[in-house]
């Protein structure tokens, strides 16, 4: 490893340890924004199953496309859709919510959903829950500040991986690929990260 990554992994390694001091009342304690959105992924995940139709009618109200934007930040698409995006949100959530303000956390997690669901919405596909490519943006975006070349290696496997788990899938690709751009510029305006 050159000399960056290792300053990045032992810098990663401090702020893990003073976020395991936090924890020392529950799970979750330290990460309670985190734990709230997971908790609304599976909430969307449930009105998905149990309520599709539902869900299908709010696309006729006044400024349905909108709210139907909106609720797709928090739609997994599926029970796998719900593990992998929820799994990826607890992981990636609990190193941007040790770092950043609960308004730079929250606008970066809703406003690059929106984008790849708005930009999937055109391309005429469905909904899922891309806001986690959003955290990973922020997270790279933060990751930039310690070791630049790391950070584009990270987001170049992370795209790559998704590539293939999407099935090359241009839709899919292309919201997956707008939330993670979203949440990079999300998080450079609202200075995520800087010191």
Known sequence: MDRETKRFWRERRREMLRRDRR??????????????????????????????????????????????ALLSVILPGGILGLLFSGLFVWIIGTAIEGIAKPFQYLIIFFGSGFVGALVIGIMGGGGAALAAFGLAGGYVHSMAHISKGGAVQWALVLLGINAVLSGFQVTLLAGEASAFVAGLAIASLVRLGAR
């Open 23 to 68: 924890l020392n009342g529950g799970w979750a304690q330290g990460n309670p924004i985190t734990v709230a959105l997971v908790l609304l992924m599976i909430a969307g995940w449930l009105a998905e199953t149990f309520l599709p139709n539902l869900l299908g009618q709010i696309i006729f109200l006044p400024g349905g496309r909108w709210i139907s």
